[in-house]
């Protein structure tokens, strides 16, 4: 087997520009069957990993979860669902009704197409036709996939401008700042794997990772993945980076003022840009629907041709949804200054200067240095115990960059005063810990008294 980073070399694996799923055999009229095919599927997903959620915090947190409608409460979320569709509509009367309802759709309707150009398997025969279990794949696949992310967040920001209302507004800027932020990280996370497989095309990406031929990409390029991972959970709004619609700070967030389908739109675009940026973490860090190597080579891969894929895909996206539930029963939500620091001052640099080192490495690796034995070592010696080596300097310099930045964060020297005005800067502000509130000024200002005695005589 060739050495995982080895694959970053031209010899090991030769830039493919375009797509290797060949459609050639695929009438329009089947590419309408699959897309039906996969708007089934992530709406099923979609309502067993709402179950699946509650299930597991609820066994983690002591108590049952939905157990009452169908078996084991499977039906719980259709029942849901049913409730949403007829519970009473109501917009803000301040609310612009056209972008107030335009909002909810463009969020659900981009989480879907996305899921186009992801490869659930190999090819197969459908109702006679020979072809590639995706719907369609492009020289710049990936890219369509965060250009459709970065639309999809119009959705919140429009929902949170045209409610009318401030808690919904702060949400969207929040939104706005947040979904900026770790788009570029999780771009720059990306540009590893298009260096070492030498295309931005789905199903070309996944035969890079063929197990025969050498390791998936979790392993050469693992600073990636672990940065991916980050950036997905920033993407999508999940705890413990659900700031977009922090309970606790801002009451619901860009839907406070969203209710029955159009909220229910919101929550489903939620639940589908999770499967999305799993698919996208199975596509480029997994190996895509291939089997795990030890039973790829059983009979010659008979357990990788065909539907077989669609099985191992699945399973690959669904341990990305148990991460997800897992992080949710697990940690609080983070404070908003601490997430965007540690998107711009750590995620970024860092992952900026391992795509500049796969650079170098690939580079090295086609001959440009020359033929040194440093360069050697690069470009073609590297080991799993190097990959290794280069993770835990990558950790350590995150934690050495954690704490610099922790040391400009020191509380001021000076100790805020025991007594308060609450009222000294026009709003109510509650005391801190171990402050007392000072009795406020109630004097009536010379104008107002003026203002009340000329109005007494009046009405003497």
């Known amino acids: ?111 879907f197409v996305s899921f186009g150009i992801m490869p659930f398997g190999d090819k197969a025969y459908m109702f006679g036709h020979l072809t590639p279990l995706q719907l369609t794949d492009a020289p710049v696949a990936v890219l369509l996939v965060l250009a459709v992310a970065s639309v999809g967040v119009y959705g919140i920001i429009l929902a949170g401008w045209s409610s009318g209302s401030t808690y919904p507004l702060l949400g969207g800027l929040r939104s706005t700042a947040q979904v900026i932020s770790y788009e570029i990280a999780m771009g720059l996370s990306l540009v590893a794997v298009f260096i070492m497989s030498g295309s931005m095309s789905t199903s070309s990406i996944v035969a890079a990772q063929n ?21 997905m959970v920033g993407e999508t709004n999940r705890l413990p980076f659900d700031l ?29 840009n999770m499967f999305t940026v799993a698919a996208l973490a199975t596509t480029m860090f997994l190996g895509g629907w291939q089997a795990p190597p030890f039973i790829a080579a059983i009979n010659d891969g008979m357990f990788n041709a065909g539907w077989w894929g669609v099985l191992w895909f699945t399973l690959k996206v669904w341990s990305f949804m148990f991460f997800f539930v897992w992080l949710r029963g697990s940690l609080p939500r983070v404070r908003y200054d601490q997430f965007m620091r540690f998107g711009w001052k750590l995620l970024i640099p860092l992952t900026l200067g391992w795509v500049v080192l796969v650079s170098f490495m690939r580079a090295a690796a086609q001959g440009w240095f020359g033929t040194g034995t440093v360069v050697t070592i690069l470009g073609r010696g590297l080991s799993l115990a190097t990959i290794v080596v280069m993770a835990v300097v990558l950790v ?32 109510p502000v509650p005391p801190l810990p171990g402050q007392t509130l000072r009795e406020p000024d109630r004097r009536i200002p010379a104008v107002e008294a003026s203002t009340l005695t000329a109005k007494e005589e009046t009405r003497g």
């Open 396 to 427: 350590l310099l995150f934690i050495v960059a954690y704490f610099i930045d922790q040391r400009g964060e020191q509380p001021s020297a000076t100790a805020p005063p025991d007594e308060i005005d609450p009222f000294a800067g026009g709003y």
């Open 1 to 111: 087997m060739i050495s995982p980073l080895q694959s970053i070399g031209a010899v090991a694996l030769p830039a493919v520009e375009g797509p290797v799923a060949d459609f050639s055999d695929t009438p329009m009229w089947l590419s309408l069957v699959k897309a039906l095919l996969i708007f089934v599927y992530l709406l099923i997903s979609t309502l067993l990993v709402i179950w699946f959620e509650r299930r597991i915090i609820g066994r983690m947190q002591q108590r049952p979860g939905p157990n009452r409608n169908g078996p084991f409460g499977l039906l719980q979320t259709l029942a849901d669902g049913m409730k949403s569709m007829f519970k009473e509509d109501i917009a803000p009367a301040a609310a612009d009704k056209f972008i107030f309802t335009l909002a909810p759709l463009i969020a659900a309707t981009m989480a």
């Open 211 to 231: 197990g025969t031929a050498s390791w998936w990409f979790i392993v050469a390029a693992f600073p990636s993945f672990l940065v991916y991972l980050v950036t």
């Open 244 to 272: 977009a619609e922090g309970e606790g700070e801002i009451v619901g967030g860009f839907h406070t003022e969203y209710g029955s389908m159009r909220f229910a739109m919101f929550f489903l675009a939620e639940y589908i």
